[in-house]
């Protein structure tokens, strides 16, 4: 914790060393107002929403969503490893099947386990990024009881480039490639990104069980995919837009600590993900209708030994989900305005554990209401499902933000109750599922306050304090019972903590710098169990403090610098309380960007983990030490 608090005076008082490359202009914050905004971002009072930077962005193009998120949030992301190896994110000391991932509104966590995994979501261009902490149940539905990711694509972005070349090599012989365009021509608007990368994802390692280092072996993985995405306005009032994200994966799995080498574990993924949207502005009101279909096939297999002629292991899941979300809004007199929704669900698992293919609909209404007075914001959502395999209680949300002192003390408060579904492996794996499992239910109540202070010398600062308290019932939990493991309802936990994020920007005639202290503190810890083993102690993989020091300055020469600096305590990783150790680690990225009038050319330099610190985020995954990739990227804009 004290590396934190030391590196962050440090950044910021190097900000103000800035001064000297000339006068500040003034920073202004500016608050959007977006009366056809989805019901996720329209019912958001009372929550911490943050949106990651363009800028953030375009430095991890060619990375993942997972690799930005533990550069810049202090969310907890736990990864096996290697390049392309499974990579997961939860919130607030809880599950990663407690977290929700969605693109573009639907949720893409896997129907079987349901989580999401981060290394198969790329960062493509003309996409949006925002954090969702805490998050409504009656909003978010199933799953996100800690909070959300939300991945939009952006249409008429009158700013983004025409074409875009991004090739990039790395550590691991690691390379990757994209190409992006967009067109736009009166009302219609095309875009789209397609990318590959390769890499070896072989690094040396000490294994602590072996007590000795080894270089990890078979660890090669190769994707491809493309999205496409198209806007067509009819008029200022109307829109029709979609998407289609395609991709596939091979990637072969390395042994864990202790394990022998000479091992043989392969698994190739596939994707296909379809979505239509189409936005309708009234007089009083607006119109939004989606539909998306998505598909998932996964592979896997295992030999006992690589030149083995048959299989040990082999299995297959496919799954095909329909999706349909509507909503009415219509805004009234007296700062008022009512929604009327509904969001249906259609899932099929084809899955050879299951015994034969499992089906499950899922039909929701949402009402809500909102007022909007400028300085207070109240809004209040309910909704109920009803599902073939477990419905859900009555889901209610308020949430409420107050501007107590105009454009610098707003305080927030919110009250939301949250359920799970139990996933299709909890109720149907063959041996050990449960049909009779209830789903995870429980409330959240979050408060917090954001001030902002402008000041003409030293720029704009921000900082949002926020603290919430969280019980969830009936946790899902897979115990052995001899040499099989049964999915119960097991755990009633306790989530909370506190929430901190101070932010400084400051905008001069050369140099723009731009800074940010996170720092998370989460007990979660189970409350009761069924066999009343564990109580008191903490969940699996939940460190207490998480900590981000981000820190961004760029010169109007093009050039730009960015450091990162994370910590993690330590985390449990089983009933005897043994864990992993704390760590921390330093990123950095050097950009240089020349303009040759429409065409942009940029070389961008990462290294990952600095100083080449030993770490581990799952139990006998290493994660790698140093690792570097060079970037070049060549834009043109009309």
Not at 84 to 99: K, P, Y
Not at 204 to 218: C, G, W
Not at 475 to 491: D, K, L, Q, S
Not at 591 to 604: H, P, S
């Amino acid at each position: 914790m004290y590396r934190t608090i030391v590196v962050g005076l440090l950044i910021f008082g190097m900000s103000f060393f800035a001064y000297a490359e000339g006068e500040f202009r003034d920073s202004v914050l500016v608050e959007e107002v977006q009366i056809d905004a989805p019901r996720k971002k329209h019912f958001i009072e009372g929550y911490n929403y943050k949106e990651i930077t363009d800028k953030l962005l375009k430095n991890f193009a060619n990375r993942t969503l997972g690799e930005l998120l533990q550069y810049s949030s202090g969310l907890n992301i736990r990864s096996n490893g290697s390049p392309g190896a499974l990579s997961s994110i939860s919130f607030r000391g809880l599950g990663s099947s407690q977290t929700q991932v969605n693109w573009n509104g639907f949720p893409v966590n896997s129907v079987t386990l349901g989580s999401a995994d981060l290394s198969n979501i790329p960062l493509a261009s003309g996409q949006s990024v925002g954090i969702a902490t805490g998050v409504a149940g009656a909003s978010y539905g199933s799953g996100a009881i800690g909070g959300a990711i939300n991945i939009d694509w952006k249409s008429n972005q009158t700013d983004a480039p025409n074409a875009l070349i991004n090739l990039a090599t790395g550590s691991m012989g690691t390379f990757k490639g994209a190409a992006g365009y967009q067109v736009q021509a009166s009302k219609l608007q095309l875009s789209g990104t397609v990318w590959g990368d390769i890499s070896d994802g072989d690094f040396t390692y000490y294994d602590a069980i072996k007590q000795d280092e080894f270089k990890r072996q078979n660890a090669d993985y190769h994707q491809m995919g493309v999205q496409q995405y198209f806007s067509f306005k009819n008029s200022n009032y109307s829109e029709l837009k979609g998407g289609i994200w395609a991709q596939a994966k091979d990637l072969n799995l390395p042994s864990i600590e202790g394990a022998s080498l000479d091992n043989y574990e392969n698994q190739k993924d596939s994707t296909l993900r379809i979505f239509l949207h189409y936005k309708k502005l009234f007089t009083i009101g607006v119109l939004n209708a989606k539909a998306a279909w998505f598909y998932a096939d996964q592979h896997y297999i295992k030999k006992t030994k690589p030149d083995d002629d048959f299989y040990a292991t082999e299995s297959r899941i496919k799954s095909k989900t329909w999706f349909a979300d509507g909503s009415y809004r219509v805004y009234l007199p007296y700062h008022l305005s009512f929604d009327f929704g509904f969001a249906y669900q259609y899932t099929t698992a084809i899955v050879d554990a299951y015994g034969g293919d499992q089906h499950e609909q899922v039909l929701g209404l949402i009402p809500g209401l909102k007022y909007d007075n400028k300085a207070l914001k109240v809004n209040l959502l309910v909704r109920k499902d009803w599902a073939n395999t477990v419905n859900s209680n009555v889901l209610i949300n308020l949430g409420v933000d107050y501007e107590l002192i105009q454009n610098q003390l707003n305080v927030r408060g919110a009250y939301s109750q949250k359920f799970r579904r139990p996933t299709f492996n909890d109720l149907y794996w063959i041996p050990g599922g449960n049909p009779d499992l209830q789903p995870e239910s429980g409330y959240s109540i979050e408060t917090g306050l954001v001030y902002k202070k402008q000041s003409d010398l030293f720029g704009l600062f921000s900082f949002d304090l926020g603290f919430y308290y969280s019980p969830i019932d009936n946790m899902i939990v897979w115990r052995p019972e001899g040499a099989t493991w049964y999915a119960n309802n097991y755990r009633n936990v306790l989530s909370r903590g506190i929430d901190f994020r101070l932010d400084h920007s400051i905008t001069g005639s050369a140099l723009n710098w731009h800074n940010v202290i996170s720092v998370s503190y989460n007990k979660a810890t189970i409350e009761s169990s069924a066999d009343g083993r564990n109580e008191g102690r903490p969940l699996y993989y939940a460190p207490e403090w998480i900590s981000n020091v981000n820190s961004s300055i760029s010169h109007n020469s093009g050039y730009s610098l960015d450091f990162g600096f994370r910590t993690a305590s330590k985390s449990y990783f089983d009933d005897s309380k043994k864990y992993l150790d704390p760590y921390w680690i330093i990123n950095l990225n050097l950009a240089k960007e020349i303009n040759f009038g429409k065409n942009k050319f940029a070389t961008m330099i990462n290294v990952d983990n600095l100083f080449n610190h030993r770490y581990q985020t799952v139990r006998s995954y290493p994660m790698p030490g140093r690792i570097w990739q060079v970037n070049l990227k060549y834009s043109f804009n009309n």
